[in-house]
DNA sequence: TGAAATGTTGGGGCG
DNA sequence: ACGCCCCAACATTTC
């Protein structure tokens, strides 16, 4: 083989079935150099629980991949400008990314190599249309959901996803590489990563088996139970989504062939809506998209935020939110409009702070998906919800986890309460409490604010942002 | 993919 | 028999 060999630079892609870059080096049929870059220079880095996820799809992949996976850490220029060297590599592909930093540093590798007389590619792989592909009539870009959806439906074209590549030859010399464990992904002192195994598995494998069990199933309440925490409603496809285990184009397909999965893929569609006010929006996890909100009042209360964070509001149904994002690395998608509901709202601390948590905890952090969210949380977002809209912390409880199952699983200082009370626990008569072991203050806190005033301070500061705005 | 306040309706108890 | 009141149930409005 007298053939340049084509350097394949994963990213958030980490799977061999429907990936566009690989298969375009696999149909080259030159020498393959597969490298993962853990780029010291990114904006954001990865969250803890990310890299916790990393380390088992990194493995996963080198498993799946019929070429070795070369690791590396360093500026990805500098580190493709190596390999490039060593090995003389005449042609790059990778899949596209749509964070501000990331465009910006794939803007400059594509430039410079393109200048230097190398063959660059990119993909669009990871989302079912490009952000700029949906437009308005007008040529602007959605800002709501339901005529994005319907728009990007139709311009979506659902060609069967790419197969696993039959032949794949790998680069003959062995590369320098790094070792996976010298990384040093996995948490130690505490090992709080072992506790998260049992619930996942990292991997395409393990996205293709949620997958099926979810349409062979779930899928069919999907409507009414994906608000339901305390059952298995909901996919769980996210962390698989976000490292690219599975392309969303896989997950249309599967789709196509199952009934009512139009809900469902209108969840995917929120992902793809998310992409969409990202790229067109750089800033949206570190300022508001609507300015008005620049003036809003928040508190800086660490204290608050550390009890919010560690499950210890006083709120059952916010606390075992925070505690299954705790202990698990996700929270359940109702939860999540609850718990972050009352950081912002009745707790007034900067939506950017929860964003920040969700981002460290969440092993489905994803740089669209939480930056919009919590804006849509806030009310600073596009197509978002009104300010006015305040979730009650006990009420949704007692909706949402009709038998207290979901609360009992992560507050289980309180699981001896009777259902009346499991989610107003500061209500229940003292022999209530005492019979059920509970001493408010003690073995669980009050709640850390009333929930009428909080709910009244709130409003009171939306109304005199607007009224300064204006 | 809200909650609370306010308004409306109608059945039933009761003098 | 009738009017009055209460209040649950539902609808509408407001934040």
Known sequence: MTDNPIILWFRRDLRITDNPALSRAADTGKPIIAVFIDESDADKPLGA??????????????????????????????????????????????NRRYEKDGIERDTVIKSALTDRGLKVESF????????WEVKTKSDTYYKVFTPYWRAAREVFTPDAPLSAPKNMNAYADDLRTDKLEDWKLLPTRPDWGSKMLPYWTPGSEGAREALTEFLNG???????????????????????????????????????????????????????FSYNLLYHNPNLATENFRSDFDAFPWKKDNEALERWQAGQT??????????????????????????????????????????????????????ASNAASWQWVAGSGADAAPYFRIFNPFSQGEKFDKNGDYVRRYVPELKDLPNKYLNRPWEAPEDVLEKAGVVLGQTYPKPIVDHKAARERALAAYKETRAEKK
């Open 49 to 94: 629980a990310s890299l916790w996820w990393l380390h088992y799809s990194l493995t996963s992949l080198m498993n799946d991949l019929d070429v070795p996976l070369i690791l590396r850490r360093g500026q990805a220029a500098d580190i493709l400008d190596e390999l490039i060297q060593d090995t003389g590599a005449d042609h790059v592909v990778w």
């Open 124 to 131: 669009k792989a990871n989302l079912l249309n490009e952000p």
């Open 218 to 272: 779930p899928v069919q309440t999907y409507t009414n139970d994906r608000n339901r925490p305390d059952k298995k409603g909901t996919s769980k496809l996210s962390p698989h989504l976000a490292f690219g285990e599975i392309s969303p184009r896989e997950i249309w397909q599967a789709c196509e062939s199952v009934e009512q999965t139009d809900k469902f893929m209108s969840e995917i569609g929120w992902r793809e």
């Open 314 to 367: 006083g709120y059952p149904f916010v606390d075992a939110g925070m505690r299954e994002l705790w202990q698990t690395g996700w929270q359940h998608n109702r939860v999540r409009m609850v718990t972050a509901s009352f950081l912002i709202k009745h707790l007034m601390l900067d939506w950017r702070r929860g964003e920040e948590w969700f981002w460290d905890c969440l092993v489905d952090a994803d740089p």
